[in-house]
C-alpha cells in the first residue's frame, strides 16, 4: 500500500511539473492554420514566388486601431484619409496562398524564444512601428502608445547600443524568458555600424534572433553620392549576411515613393503595377527611381543566399497606395508634403505586418 502511494504521488509530482513547463512557454507548437480554413500557403508559394504580392486592393472594415500619440508619421484622421482605410489587401489566390491574420499569440509560439531585430531607415521604422502597435492590440482595435525612449531614438540618423530601449513583445513563463524587439536606425550597411548590431543580438546569449532589415533610400540619396552605385547594396549585404549567418534574415523591399502623390485620388490604384513603375521613373525624385532598379537585383541575387535568409516583398502593395503617404505632417510648413513615407498604423503597413507575421512561419 505504502509503495502504491508513493508511485501515485510521484506520478501526480511529475505531471504537475509539466504543466508548469507548459504554462511556462509563450512559443508553444500548435498547428497554425487559416482562419477561414483555406490551407496557409506553402515555403514554396510564400517566400519563393511571393504569392501574396498577385492580388488587389478591395473595399473592407476601415480599422479602428494604431498608433496614438506623439510620432513623426502618425497622419490626421481626416475624412479622405478614413476613407483611405476601408480598403484590404486580398490574394488572387486564396486557395494557394493563405495567409494567417493578425494573431500577436501566433507570433509569439513562431518565435520560439527568440528577439526580433529592426535596422534599418526611417521606412524600415515605420514598418517596425507598425509592427509593434499591432502587437500590442492595434489589430485588435486599440490605439497604442509607443515608449517615449523609442520615438526620441527614431529621430535620430543612428543609435548607438547604450541607447537603444528594448521593447517586450512577449512576456516569459515560470521557465521561459521574455522575447524583446529593438529597433536601430542605420541608413547604410557599412561595417563601422554592424558591430552595434552584432553586440545587441547578442547581449542575453539567447538563441539566435530575427533580423528583418530594409536599406536604399539613402544609397540613391545625394547623402551617398561617393557611393551612388546602387549595386553597393548588395556587397555590404554580403557582409551582412555572414556576420549574421546563423540568424534568420529577412530583407524587406521598399517603395519607390510616388511622385507628386498629393494630385491622386484618396483611394487606391487599378492600373497594373507597370504602369505605375513607368510613371516613378519618368517623373523621379531624388532618386526613387533607382530603388526599382535595386528590388530587381536584389531578386536575382537571392539565389546567392542561405535558406533562412530571405526576401519579404512588400513593393507591389505599396506600389498602388500612392493615397497614403504623409501628406501634411505639420512641421515647418503647414502644406508640407511627403511622398516617399507612409502613414503608420492604421495604414497598408498594417498589411505589411500581418505579411511579416507569415513570414515568421518559415524562420
Not at 504602369?275 to 521613373?281: A, Q
Amino acid at each position: 500500500m505504502g509503495f502504491r502511494l508513493a508511485v501515485i504521488s510521484v506520478v501526480t509530482l511529475l505531471t504537475v511539473i509539466l504543466a508548469l513547463h507548459t504554462l511556462g512557454k509563450p512559443c508553444g507548437r500548435r498547428r497554425l492554420t487559416a482562419p477561414a480554413g483555406p490551407p496557409l500557403a506553402t515555403r514554396d508559394a510564400f517566400v519563393q514566388q511571393h504569392c501574396y504580392t498577385q492580388g488587389r486592393w478591395v473595399p473592407g472594415r476601415p480599422r479602428s486601431g494604431g498608433v496614438d500619440g506623439r510620432y513623426h508619421y502618425r497622419c490626421n484622421r481626416t475624412a479622405a484619409f478614413n476613407d483611405s482605410l476601408r480598403w484590404q489587401w486580398q490574394v488572387n489566390s486564396p486557395e494557394s496562398c493563405g495567409l494567417m491574420q493578425w494573431d500577436s499569440r501566433a507570433v509569439c509560439e513562431m518565435l520560439r524564444g527568440r528577439n526580433m531585430l529592426f535596422y534599418g531607415d526611417s521606412l524600415l521604422q515605420d514598418i517596425a512601428s507598425t509592427f509593434y502597435a499591432n502587437l500590442r492590440g492595434a489589430g485588435e482595435g486599440k490605439m497604442v502608445h509607443l515608449p517615449e525612449k523609442v520615438l526620441w531614438n527614431m529621430s535620430r540618423n543612428f543609435v548607438q547600443l547604450w541607447d537603444v530601449a528594448p521593447m517586450e513583445i512577449c512576456g516569459g513563463g515560470a521557465f521561459s524568458r521574455k522575447q524583446e524587439m529593438f529597433v536601430v536606425r542605420g541608413n547604410t550597411l557599412l561595417e563601422d555600424t554592424l558591430s552595434y548590431l552584432r553586440d545587441i543580438v547578442r547581449y542575453d546569449k539567447g538563441p539566435p534572433a530575427v533580423v528583418v532589415v530594409a536599406v536604399g533610400t539613402h544609397y540613391v540619396g545625394v547623402t551617398m553620392s561617393n557611393r551612388s552605385k546602387i549595386s553597393v547594396v548588395l556587397e555590404d549585404f554580403m557582409f551582412f549576411r555572414a556576420m549574421f549567418r546563423n540568424h534568420p534574415i529577412i530583407w524587406i523591399t521598399q517603395s519607390a515613393g510616388h511622385p507628386r502623390c498629393e494630385k491622386f485620388p484618396p483611394r487606391p490604384l487599378e492600373s497594373s503595377s507597370g504602369v505605375m513603375e513607368d510613371y516613378v521613373r519618368n517623373n523621379t525624385m531624388y532618386g526613387w527611381d533607382r530603388l526599382i532598379v535595386l528590388r530587381d537585383l536584389v531578386m536575382k541575387d537571392r539565389e546567392s543566399w542561405a535558406p533562412h535568409h530571405f526576401i519579404l516583398d512588400q513593393y507591389p502593395l505599396l506600389l498602388l497606395r500612392p493615397d497614403m503617404h504623409v501628406m501634411n505632417r505639420g512641421r515647418r510648413h503647414k502644406t508640407l508634403v511627403d511622398c516617399l513615407h507612409f502613414c503608420v498604423s492604421p495604414s497598408p503597413l498594417d498589411t505589411i505586418a500581418q505579411l511579416l507575421l507569415n513570414a515568421l512561419r518559415f524562420v
